[in-house]
């Protein structure tokens, strides 16, 4: 799916590599291939099948879907938008995946080879975090930032309203710029005031106190930043960071990029260094110091200075101290956020993530549908929610996405009933047709099992043809009879054998062509009806084919059986499920409420009614009705069905 974003990667070929060892691997010693990873799932549902495809590629072909587009097409929808160009120096529309369906039999498939332990299932020897949780050091807004935010803002409004060409502008771009502001406003304004109390000077002087308390014995520090990159020509975090602390007495030399050591020797060497405590500060991305960087011996505390989008790169970020090998019995975590911008919002929305992961990998969800993990860009209204700086506007946000996502549940539970009911109306109708075509099959054993033994007898037409070799005289001549009266259309009897009707009948034109073969159909009748295969060049073939419609009565009478009870299994299952209430149908009372009290407090129920749908039935749920002028606030409202003015 080469237009799918994010599949065909830079890690393709390795991808390969491993998929092709896998499966020799297998191939040559009959065994099992056993993979160990933190994170199975670091950003996108669509990780599973590349799981699935090393370590369990039978199972996929069983299942009919052991190529990518027949497993897409069972459990992923695709979507088209706006995407930053990989030179980043533009944009393009580009196809990814936005929604993974069909949960349920998806995790079904991904337990089958996974055997998922937490860390909290191992209580393996690893440091606590100290207070139990990551640290938030906060700092705030500046008026330089806030004004920033709020032109952002009015950019999402443009593009809203589609006064704006998207290659200029998109909320891609916005987005992006947002967490630059959020982590330093010099990134995005480099004549911005620089004075006042930012979060980059608070996690400054927190790394600076952590370096001085822990001088004696020489522990180590890590801080973690993906948004800004070592540049020796323009601002920039990391140079502004080492400068800072410098400049309170940290020696130059306890002080490293990751970005320095850029090959594996340079590298070890810097672990080393900063295992045996002579590199104390060492700064760098998660791309480049997560998976594989192994200096937590004397880790102490780690910093996270931005929100990165995946949840794996905040196991990859705290899994440098929090693991086996560091001797430090307490691992102190710290998140830096400015108030007032982008980074609240993207930490819950990794929060999010990552809740939703540890549901699927431990088996716990039961959602049926959910959106994928990946993300670009905010929407309009959570920037805006942003922006006003009032938690009631951020508390409104959560709640109307929420309704939103409870009334789609409670349009499929109504949906869900409606068929309830109509599978209790049609089944018994075909639970009795099940026991009819089993009675008639049932008295057809019993006609052939009574004409079982004897010598060969069968007549065709008026002529009965018995003893000896009358069994290939018998098939030539019910072939020659057949074949003589294709043209007739009719369904004709043409012979008897066993207690049975043997008919014929010639097939119809369709088009230009005949059906199928041309040649008439062939049946055999006794209390049922079943087919058989007419044999034009081999007559002892259409008698083979009589007998075996005869011998497979009994698998049909099983078949039947199975159907009937399966059929009845079935509509007790619905019956118990009929008329049962929605789930959330309290939680969604409650929401609402809460809805309108949000919006007054907001002052955004002036002429303004919303519907909610009552009680189950038939129908169609109501649709929430929104009208009114545009608010002085402008916050985007939604209804019931998050429908936006």
């Keep these: ?4 974003a994010g599949l065909p990667n830079s890690d393709s070929n390795r991808a390969f590599d491993m998929f092709m060892k896998t499966r020799y691997i297998r191939d040559l010693t009959g065994g099992r291939v056993v993979f160990a990873t933190g994170t199975p799932i670091s950003n996108t549902m669509a990780e599973m099948y590349t799981m699935l495809r090393y370590l369990a590629p039978n199972l996929l072909k069983e299942r009919g879907v052991e190529h990518f587009d027949a497993w897409a097409a069972n459990f992923a929808e695709a979507v088209t938008a706006l995407e930053l160009a990989p030179d980043g120096a533009g944009y393009r529309m580009h196809t990814r995946f936005a929604k993974f369906i069909n949960l349920p039999e998806l995790l079904s498939m991904f337990r089958t080879v996974s055997d998922v332990q937490t860390a909290d299932m191992l209580n393996l020897p690893r440091p606590k975090i100290a207070g139990g949780k990551p640290q938030i050091i906060s700092a705030p807004a500046s008026a330089d930032l806030k004004a920033f935010v709020q032109s952002l803002v009015e950019r999402s409004e443009k593009l809203r309203s589609g006064g704006v060409d998207p290659r200029d502008d998109n909320m891609l771009k916005i987005t992006t710029e947002g967490r630059k502001a959020a982590l330093d406003i010099r990134l995005v304004n480099p004549d911005a005031d620089s004075n006042g109390e930012t979060k980059i000077n608070r996690a400054v002087a927190k790394i600076h106190e952590i370096w001085q308390r822990t001088k004696p014995s020489r522990l180590t520090q890590l801080a973690f930043c993906d948004i800004s990159t070592p540049n020796p ?3 920039n975090v990391y140079d502004e960071i080492r400068t800072s602390l410098i400049d309170r007495g940290v020696p130059e030399r306890e002080i490293a990029f990751i970005h320095d050591a850029d090959t594996d020797a340079a590298k070890q060497s810097l672990f080393d260094s900063v295992n045996a405590g002579r590199v104390r500060i060492l700064l760098g991305s998660t791309e480049k110091m997560g998976a594989g960087t192994n200096v937590q011996r004397l880790l102490k505390a780690l910093h996270d200075l931005d929100a990165p989008w995946r949840p794996r790169d905040i196991e990859q970020r705290r899994g440098r101290g929090e693991r086996q090998g560091n001797l430090n019995d307490e691992l102190e975590l710290y998140r830096y956020v400015t108030e007032g911008s982008f980074d609240a919002y993207m930490w819950q929305t990794l929060e999010t993530k990552a809740r939703f992961i540890q549901q699927v990998m431990s088996g716990q969800t039961s959602v049926r549908t959910a959106d994928d993990l990946e993300g670009g860009a905010l929407t309009y209204a959570e920037i805006k929610a942003i922006a006003s700086g009032n938690p009631a506007v951020m508390e409104k946000v959560k709640v109307d996405t929420e309704i939103r996502k409870l009334d789609q549940l409670r349009a499929a539970h109504l949906n869900q009933q409606h068929n309830i009911r109509w599978q209790i109306r049609s089944l018994p109708e075909r639970i009795a047709e099940t026991h009819k075509t089993l009675a008639h099959v049932r008295d057809d054993i019993g006609t052939r099992d009574a004409h079982e033994g004897g010598e060969f007898s069968m007549i065709v037409g008026k002529t009965d043809f018995s003893g000896k070799g ?10 020659y009879e057949v074949l003589a009266c294709g043209n007739d259309l009719n369904l004709q009897p043409r012979a008897s054998f066993r207690g049975f009707e043997i008919l014929s009948r ?10 199928g073969d041309g040649l008439p159909e062939l049946f055999v009748r006794g209390s049922g009806f079943y087919s058989a295969n007419l044999n034009a060049e081999n007559p ?10 005869l011998r497979a009565l009994d698998k049909l009478a099983d078949q039947e059986q199975e159907r009937s009870a399966r059929l009845e299994k079935n509509l007790a299952e619905y019956q118990a499920q009929a008329n049962k209430p929605f789930d959330h149908e309290a939680r969604m009372k409650d929401l609402l409420a809460r809805q309108a009290q949000l919006n007054a407090a907001l002052d955004l129920d002036k002429n ?8 189950e039935d038939d129908s169609e749920p109501v649709i929430g009705a929104l009208q009114g002028p545009p608010l ?3 916050v985007q409202r939604s209804s019931v069905l998050g429908i936006s003015p």
């Design 233 to 235: 020509i323009k601002f």
């Design 608 to 615: 303004e009614t919303q519907v909610a749908p009552e009680a």
């Design 540 to 549: 002892l073939g259409t008698m083979q084919s009589i007998e075996h419609t």
């Design 470 to 479: 009358a069994r290939e005289e018998a098939a030539k001549s019910l072939t």
């Design 506 to 515: 010639g097939k119809r034109l369709t088009g230009l062509a005949l059906d």
């Design 1 to 4: 799916m080469s237009r799918i």
């Design 632 to 634: 002085a606030a402008r």
